[in-house]
């Protein structure tokens, strides 16, 4: 047989990465007969399945999301469970990007490629830390794919949020997050930064936030904002999806700081366009050291750039000696933009 | 210097005043001498040093990165100050280090933060299929951190330390006091050296705050009055209080931190020319004349120029000094350098600072001219004569007139300028009335009630109590401003944009149009935007408005419907209009706003270009003369 070509294993098509020998598509954009899904945000889980291959929570988040008929068949896989598709055998490896995020790890003969999905290296108290997955290809993010993009300590970056609690005792605080993963894991930091008082949820944020604490992960109080008086939220924290915080919705706080959590807050014109009064660096992806140090650790040969400033990190990943290549995908982003509005949580 | 870096990030993005004045009144509390003292310098502009220019902090991020990721980051951000800031390498981790030799371990779950969550969610470790064919890789594959607390010894930078390499006998990044003292007397050809020294030892707001700092571009929305009335605060002052001693004082303003914590007596003025804190005026409304007796009252014109204050005393040597102030104490005595000779006699004049060509003054734009200029040109002054006109007399000699009457003070007034007896300086007229009815008259018709040919020049006039003493603020009760009727136009409202802060929930800027074209082909073009002037109830009409007749959204920008038949017209008030060519309508309008919402009006009842165009004419004329 003629030498592997790493392209005979996975295959950017329309539709998704496609696998040909196992017969599946990885975090497919359309509905296909088989799907193996990275994590739960929803421009990487989508619904219309034939049958889907993901970890456990991660289809629990897509029922929470979808319904119960959001896939044909589904079957869950826990991290380092090997399972055998078509020709090749599937692993998949926590990616630390959110609850129930993986990396799949494809390898047909002794060939091996790991499509990391998104993924963070940084820690995070809500999630199974990432793990390192040598391979002869790597595909990787490049959401923060810019070396502007170091995301620090994200410990830091919740004490700025309470100092700023205590200076603004009268004002509320209105922190615009992702609603699956960012949200949890600002909220766990808050509470083991010390802060114990109850924390207030917008109606998007409630249902996936309490996935969370029947995982295990102890969140403290939490409490629905909906119906609370205006005045009795001076001095509180809430958390909300990125739209909401700059929408009518605001008004039932009383003079509300704007914060916003999100690796973008690193760039100051990216907060001011969203009227952003408390930019707050906290990233769900990898940042540029990050993403460079995992790519080298990897021992990758062939490195495929997807989603976000590919040409940064391909002309990084060349300058070093590796091959590499922006890999032509759509539809993956943040999840905030493609996210449809929720059902009751319309402006009131 | 990270600390003060912080106050400066967060002043950034708060747009609310009182909430400015908090971060900053926080920040002297929590920051010793003379950190905060020079804090305090850097905020009111009294900061001087040479500054970098961007070609020089070019230099130093070439010589650390690559040049094409330097390029796509600084595409991205768009700022050269930030794009450094943000991916200045720390030491060590430059691209010229090689890659097969990175001495940096794999990325590994020990970067603690969840140390108790990885005994929740039980990690596994993989060997598995890690190709065999790739040599054998160097890496250790990492164990998963299982157990409690910070396991990997992750704290703040130190994540970032053990992962990727770096000096770790870095020295104590500066402080404020250390960066100002330091680039006072730094030479030219040492800055490049100890500003890579910095930036290796700041974070990422330091080293931003930093190179904003040294290029002098730290425009962050604060005033100086702003950061002295947040010092006031500190010690429960009144900003007056500080403004009065505040010549005298130099940074690091050890003195005015002890008066201020109360450790120490009130510093003294001893500026020779100190400023005087203005008096301002409320605008008079229909309903405050019944309550008002003329007799108790002095009108005089309101003239279109800028507020200044003329002050000039004698040092201990008994030479004069001479400043002229901006009513917000700012000084602007270099801008005006042909009106210094003109003020001889020790004392301190409240005027109007005015262009003058053949004994008429000329319109706003003429001044503007002169206005915000580095370089003043012998043509420029040739061209744009100043003039000041006087209102008030705040200081005779030694003497300090604010206390007495305001009919005294102009009396004395009147004997100073008559002494002076020079053509750049003379006293502004007053304008006699018997009844309310008569200032009426006055007012319509300044040029018959004694402007004469300066009648353009005149905003409206000025009321003000015979025995009011000059009391720095807006005093209720004492001067009444009342302008001449706007300009009014009705304008279309063509986009929405979201406002800041409070308002950010709120569509609460507009950007409207008038109507040009000929024949079948009409438009609107943009003349101008507007964010003020309606009521709460009226930002929340058009609110309301905005978000049920957008056509198209621009990321915080909406566009409304602007049609013939339907659409929203704004009536707009406005100063003045100057040509622009910055505008495709090719006007601009002085201080507009939003004087009243015509629901009743369809869109192509709107005013149109021409109508602008011929209000221009008049003033045009003066600026090109």
Known sequence: MTHMRPQDILMPVASGLCCKPGGFHIDPVRPVERAVITHGHSDHARAGHGAVLATQETLDMMRLRYGENFAGTTQAIGYGEEIRLGDTRVTFHPAGHVLGSAQVAVTCKDFCIVASGDYKDAPDPTCTPFELVPCDVFITEATFGLPVFRHGDATGEVEKLLASVALFPERAHLVGAYSLGKAQRVIKLLRDAGYDAPIYLHGAMEKITHYYQSRGIDLGELRPVAGVKKASLAGTITLAPPSATSDVWTRRFPDPVTAFASGWMRVRARARQRGVELPLVVSDHADWDGLTATIAATGAGEVWVTHGQEDALVHWCRSKGLRAQPLDLVGYGDEEESEPPLQGEAEA | ?625
């Not at chain 2, 050269?80 to 010229?96: C, D, H, I, K, Q």
Request: no cysteine; net charge negative; hydrophobic share 35%.
């Open chain 2, 1 to 625: 210097m990270n600390r003060f870096a912080e106050l400066l990030d967060r002043l950034a993005y708060e747009p609310g005043r009182n909430n400015k004045l908090r971060l900053i009144t926080s920040y002297f509390r929590e920051t010793g001498d003379p950190d905060r003292g020079y804090a305090l310098a850097a905020l009111t502009g009294a900061l001087s040093f040479k500054h970098a220019k961007p070609a020089l902090i070019r230099d130093l991020i070439a010589s650390r990165t690559d040049p094409v990721l330097f390029g796509l980051s600084y595409d991205y951000v768009g700022d050269l100050s930030e794009t450094v800031a943000l991916m200045w390498p720390r030491r060590g981790t430059n691209n010229n280090e090689s890659f097969p030799s990175h001495p940096s371990p794999p990325p590994s779950p020990t970067r603690g933060e969840g140390a108790q969550q990885n005994a929740e969610l039980p990690a596994r470790v993989t060997t598995g299929s890690a190709s065999e064919s790739d040599g054998g890789s160097p890496l250790t594959i990492p164990s998963p951190l299982v157990g409690e607390g910070q396991g990997g010894g992750y704290t703040g930078q130190g994540v970032s330390n053990g992962l990727h390499p770096s000096n770790h006998n870095n020295p104590p990044p500066p402080t404020l006091t250390e960066v100002v003292t330091t680039l006072r007397t730094l030479g030219k050809t040492e800055l490049p050296k100890q500003l890579e020294r910095w930036l290796d030892e700041l974070d990422e707001t330091g080293r931003w705050a930093l190179l904003k700092l040294v290029t002098g571009s730290l425009r962050i929305g604060i005033s100086a009055r702003l950061a002295k009335t947040a010092a006031a605060a500190l010690g429960d002052k009144d900003p007056h209080e500080v403004e009065l001693i505040w010549p005298g004082l130099s940074a690091p303003y050890l003195d005015l931190f002890a008066w201020l914590e109360g450790r120490g007596d009130k510093p003294v003025n001893r500026d020779p020319a100190p400023f005087r804190p203005v008096m301002l005026a409320h605008a008079i409304e229909d309903a405050d004349f019944q309550n008002l007796d003329p007799a108790d009252y002095i009108a005089e014109w309101k003239w279109d120029g800028i507020r200044v204050q003329a002050v000039a005393g004698r040092d201990e040597r008994g030479q004069i000094t001479t400043r002229l102030y901006s009513r917000t104490g700012e000084d602007i005595t270099g801008s005006f350098p042909d009106l210094v000779p003109s003020l001889r006699l020790p004392g301190a004049i409240d005027g109007e600072l005015l262009i003058l060509r053949e004994g008429r003054v000329q319109s706003f734009n003429v001044l503007q001219q002169r206005l915000n200029r580095k370089v003043v040109s012998p043509k420029l002054i040739k061209e744009f004569p100043i003039h000041l006109r006087a209102y008030d007399l705040l200081g005779d000699d030694e003497n300090d007139l604010r206390e007495l009457p305001f009919a005294e003070r102009r009396a004395r007034l009147e004997n100073f300028i008559g002494k002076l007896g020079d053509p750049r300086i003379d006293l502004s007229p007053t304008v006699p009335f018997a009844s309310w009815d008569a200032l009426t008259a006055a007012r319509a018709d300044p040029s018959s009630a004694g402007a004469g040919e300066d009648a353009d020049a005149v905003e409206g006039v000025m009321l003000k109590r015979r025995d009011a003493p000059y009391l720095p603020g807006r005093p209720k009760g004492q001067w009444w401003k009342w302008k001449r009727d706007p300009h009014i136009i009705d304008a279309v409202l063509m986009y929405a944009q979201r406002g800041h802060g409070k308002r950010s929930s709120y569509y609460s800027d507009y950007t409207f149009g008038v109507w040009t074209g000929r024949d079948e082909v009409e438009e609107l073009v943009p003349v101008g935007k507007a964010y003020f002037g309606f009521t709460d109830e009226e930002l929340l009409q058009i609110d309301r408005f905005v978000r049920r007749n957008t056509t198209e959204k621009f990321g915080p920008v909406r566009h409304v419907v602007h049609e013939p038949d339907k659409g929203l017209v704004l009536e707009v008030a406005f100063e003045g209009l100057q040509r622009s060519p910055r505008h495709k309508s090719g006007v601009a309008m002085r201080f507009p706003r939003i004087s009243r919402l015509r629901w009743d009006k369809p869109p192509r009842e709107a005013d149109r270009l021409e109508t602008l165009e011929r209000m221009l004419k008049g003033e045009a004329a003066e600026v090109e003369a």
